[in-house]
């Protein structure tokens, strides 16, 4: 492969649609980034080899932790059937400035994200990408909620749209919380009139949020 089709986002997309994500290397709760990757199967991995290069020489990527949200990345697109994954390559074909253009937006978000358990979230996003069951553009909204959603915060999301027990005390600061992830809607009452107020509402993507990436019906 000439240097010229070769980069980290091209190498990103081919990984998903390519490999054996079922493979044993992705046990990634306690990767050992000097010993695993110095030697071994997960070096082998086109797109970890490639950051790990990177890494390495010092040109880019610098952290540990950047590796380890990749493989989490990676391991949570595992059970998406290989056949559906490689239907990535007719949309992006090796090559393409869209192959590679996709492969560094993955990335990005992936940098942004401020959770170890975030890119597992990630993954089931892109998943359903793959499956078509969400467009691209549905995908990018959610990323972006994911990038600014505190996981913490989890359980009051939850009760705001199923109010299943248990019960959660919202103070109105972390509902506008959720609204600033995009995952709440803020309805204006009165706006810009004295005494006006804000009410919220549930959202298409708050439900989208958590029936994909929590497995919460709406």
Do not use: C
């Not at 949309?91 to 890119?119: I, N």
């Not at 993954?123 to 969400?134: C, G, L, N």
Request: proline share 4%; charged share 25%; no cysteine.
């Amino acid at each position: 492969m000439t240097a010229q089709t070769s980069s980290p986002g091209r190498d990103l997309v081919r990984t998903v649609a390519k490999n054996d994500l079922g493979n044993a290397v992705f046990g990634v709760a306690e990767v050992a980034f000097d010993h695993n990757l110095a030697e071994g199967v997960i070096r082998d991995i086109p797109i970890v080899g490639t950051i790990a290069n990177l890494v390495r020489t010092g040109r880019s990527i610098s952290e540990e932790l950047f590796i380890r949200k990749l493989v989490r990345f990676l391991d949570g697109l595992k059970d998406v059937p290989p056949e559906e994954r490689q239907r990535l390559l007719e949309k992006y074909p090796d090559a393409s400035e869209e192959q590679r253009t996709l492969g560094e937006k993955l990335l990005l978000a992936l940098e942004r994200l401020d959770d170890t358990a975030k890119p597992a979230l990630l993954a089931r996003f892109f998943a359903a990408y793959i499956r078509e069951e969400i467009d691209y553009t549905t995908f990018t909204r959610l990323a972006n909620a994911l990038e600014k959603f505190n996981l913490a915060l989890f359980p009051n999301l939850r009760w705001f749209y199923t109010h299943e027990e248990p019960q959660m005390e919202t103070p109105e600061e972390i509902t506008h919380e959720l609204s600033l992830a995009g995952l709440v809607l803020v309805q204006l009452s009165g706006s810009g009139s004295f005494g006006g107020s804000a009410g919220y509402r549930q959202s298409s993507l708050g439900k989208i949020f958590l029936r994909i990436g929590f497995d919460v019906q709406v």
